[in-house]
């Protein structure tokens, strides 16, 4: 029973940048399949959709290679998402998943395949 607690989100003008943070005590990301994904601010309708994974190989629909970054220190539990130069249309409810293992390259952009999330946090960019 993985518990991922992400934070670091807020309000940033745009142009900006915000580090976001998921830890999870107890649990080991390096050599698992992890990502972050997004969803709009006060829209559960919407499904969460892929902005970046562990292997930048993946293809997420969402993906923001250019200015979003994943780094990991195993030492702490934590992995983070470094955004810069953000933008309005970023604005989302952000979410760490990790999966027990690893999964096929060709599925980790799909949400459904990851076993553990955390809560969200909100970044909203204002222009």
């Known amino acids: 029973d993985v518990q991922l607690q992400a934070s670091g989100g807020g309000l940033v003008q745009a142009g900006g940048s915000v580090r976001l943070s998921c830890r999870a005590p107890?649990?080991?990301?390096?050599?698992?399949?992890y990502g972050w994904f997004r969803q709009a601010p006060g829209n559960e309708r919407e499904r969460k959709s892929c902005?970046?994974?562990?292997?930048?190989?993946?293809f997420c629909p969402h993906a923001v290679k250019d200015r979003f970054t994943i780094s990991i220190d195993d030492a702490k539990n934590t992995v983070y998402l470094q955004m810069n130069s953000l933008k309005p249309e970023d604005t989302a409810v952000y979410y760490c998943?990790?999966?027990?293992?690893?999964?096929?390259?060709?599925?980790?952009?799909?949400?459904?395949?990851?076993?553990?999330w955390g809560q969200g946090t909100l970044v909203t960019v204002s222009s």
């Open positions: 902005t970046s994974a562990s292997d930048s190989s993946v």
């Open positions: 107890g649990f080991s990301f390096d050599g698992h399949s």
């Open positions: 998943a990790a999966r027990d293992g690893r999964v096929v390259v060709s599925a980790m952009h799909r949400a459904e395949v990851y076993d553990y």
